[in-house]
Antibody, heavy 123, light 111 residues
Framework: EVQLVESGGGLVQPGRSLRLSCVVS????????MHWVRQAPGKGLEWVAS????????RYADSVKGRFTISRDNAKNSLYLQLDSLRPEDAALYFC????????????????WGQGTVVTVSS | QSVLTQPPSVSGAPGQRVTISCTGG?????????VHWYQQLPATAPKLLIY???NRPSGVPDRFSGSNSGTSASLTITGLQAADEADYFC???????????FGGGTKLTVL
């Protein structure tokens, strides 16, 4: 059974940092690209960042570029998202999602998702 | 324009058919990039419903179907059931953004 479990969310002040983790099981993690997607309360889904299977290719949404960093440790079946210089508008439920392929390809879908971890940004 | 536009809400009675539209532009659907659809039941993670415009993952009933034409795509649900009440999101790739683009979501209410 494919499982993705996010952690690391919490309440943080504006300008501070947070590191999210996503531990996966049930599939060959090292063979797939991975993504972070967020959902603000009562809002829709927003793509945040993508990472290829070997960390050779990274993509970021303009809203987080230069502040967030996506990374992975294939030996630990783990995906990470470092959130720096947090803003109130970054508050959301953050999901990690598995790609259907190993590279970041335009045609790929997100076929499995975790339950998410909540990030709250407030002073 | 890097936007996928969905109607905020649709509704239908049990057994009926509903269609949810997703309208994009020349940098996403109109450029030929695939459209995918996700179902998000209340307080749960999104679930892939349709991929590659028309394909259903294993386990998704054939009551759900996708299509697209030009700069738009559609999700059709036939034989509506109470369990289908959820939010539905379309997603494509946008060349201007350089990444995935989601529609704003459509809330389906089963009357």
């Amino acid at each position: 059974e494919v499982q993705l479990v996010e952690s690391g969310g919490g309440l943080v002040q504006p300008g501070r940092s947070l590191r999210l983790s996503c531990v996966v099981s049930g599939f060959a993690f090292h063979d797939y690209a991975m993504h972070w997607v967020r959902q603000a309360p009562g809002k829709g889904l927003e793509w945040v960042a993508s990472l290829s299977w070997n960390s050779g290719s990274k993509r970021y949404a303009d809203s987080v570029k230069g502040r967030f960093t996506i990374s992975r440790d294939n030996a630990k079946n783990s995906l990470y998202l470092q959130l720096d210089s947090l803003r109130p508008e970054d508050a959301a439920l953050y999901f990690c999602a598995k790609d259907t392929g190993e590279i970041i390809a335009p045609s790929d879908a997100f076929d499995f998702w975790g339950q998410g971890t909540v990030v709250t940004v407030s002073s | 324009q890097s936007v996928l536009t969905q109607p905020p809400s649709v509704s239908g009675a049990p057994g009926q058919r509903v269609t949810i539209s997703c309208t994009g532009g020349s940098s996403n659907i109109g450029a030929g990039y695939d459209v995918h659809w996700y179902q998000q039941l209340p307080a749960t993670a999104p679930k892939l419903l349709i991929y590659g415009n028309i394909n259903r993952p294993s386990g998704v009933p054939d009551r759900f179907s996708g299509s697209n034409s030009g700069t738009s795509a559609s999700l059709t649900i036939t034989g509506l059931q109470a369990a289908d009440e959820a939010d539905y999101f379309c997603q494509s790739y946008d060349s201007s953004l350089g990444g995935a683009l989601f529609g704003g979501g459509t809330k389906l209410t089963v009357l």
